[in-house]
């Protein structure tokens, strides 16, 4: 018999650490987009459509999120991407507020983060500019979709 680890994982109530935003590593999304500014720009419309496809499928199969306290994130679902792109804002706290629940369930099952990254701000204004094109690109005019 196998003797119980000797440090349990988080619990699932811990709040997320706090997003680094300075130092090079935190200014890509990826440690391989570091590799070259070509690299970086493919891994940050890769990474986009990773964030996209996977809130599209947490949505698909009904995921909601609507926690007993307070201070945890919530997924309503409403930001998910569809005919009318979501607000950027919005699909990235959807984004947080599932990636949150991911680890803690993983570290509840004694496993490894499922998504161990953390997105600093120069990585988030990346994501944000490949939003803005695409949701540019929606458009017939080329004009910003509004959001209301």
């Known amino acids: 018999m196998t003797s119980a680890p000797t440090t349990p994982p988080p619990s699932p109530a811990t709040t997320a650490p706090e997003r ?3 130092g090079p590593k935190y200014f890509r999304v990826t440690a391989y987009a570091s ?3 070509g690299e970086d720009s493919a891994e940050t419309w890769a990474y986009s459509l990773h964030l996209t496809d ?3 499928t947490a949505a698909g199969c009904g995921l909601k999120l609507v926690p007993r306290r307070g201070n945890e994130p919530s997924l309503d679902g409403n930001a998910v991407p569809g005919t009318k792109p979501p607000h950027f804002d919005a699909l990235l706290e959807d984004w947080f507020a599932l990636t949150y629940v991911l ?3 993983n570290r509840g099952l004694g496993q490894p983060d499922g998504y161990p990254f953390v997105l600093a701000s120069p990585a988030i204004d ?3 500019f490949v939003h803005d094109v695409i949701e540019a690109s ?3 005019d080329g004009a910003p979709i509004e959001h209301g």
Do not use: I
């Open 20 to 22: 680094p935003s300075t």
């Open 35 to 37: 590799a070259h500014s």
């Open 54 to 56: 996977t809130l599209e």
């Open 103 to 105: 680890n803690n369930l």
């Open 126 to 128: 990346k994501l944000r």
């Open 138 to 140: 929606a458009t017939h």
